[in-house]
């Protein structure tokens, strides 16, 4: 059974960055499909971006156009870990950030295709 764990997350000013780890256990990355989410108070949880590493070492991405240009997705399977780099940092990106994997290959958008969560970390941006 795969265990993930987030860190990297804690309290920025925006304009500023920060740089979420999720370290994997249980489950290789390599040519499965994962992802991160948040969610903020009282809305429901979003995606914010998936990546998918083939066994040649060659990615695909996707990106909500929320974060498009500003946030960067990205794993190290050496150290089964992905990351989310957040640059240019907006108080809207406030939120508690889950990251997410799937059995499948699919980068969906949709949370229910992701079948292993972790426990989120928290993000917050000031004005």
């Known amino acids: 059974q795969v265990q993930l764990v987030e860190s990297g997350g804690g309290l920025a000013q925006a304009g500023g960055s920060l740089r979420l780890s999720c370290a994997a256990s249980g489950r290789t990355f390599s040519g499965r499909a994962m992802a991160w989410f948040r969610q903020a108070p009282g809305k429901e949880r979003e995606f914010v971006a998936a990546i998918r590493l083939s066994v040649a070492g060659i990615g695909s991405t996707r990106y909500a156009d929320s974060v498009k240009g500003r946030f960067t997705i990205s794993t190290d399977n050496a150290k089964n870990t992905m990351y989310l780099q957040m640059n240019s940092l907006k108080p809207e990106d406030t939120a508690v950030y889950y990251c997410?994997?799937?059995?499948?290959?699919?980068?969906?958008?949709?949370?229910?295709?992701?079948?292993?969560w972790g426990q989120g970390t928290q993000v917050t941006v000031s004005s």
């Open positions: 997410a994997a799937a059995l499948g290959t699919v980068l969906s958008d949709l949370a229910y295709v992701y079948d292993a």
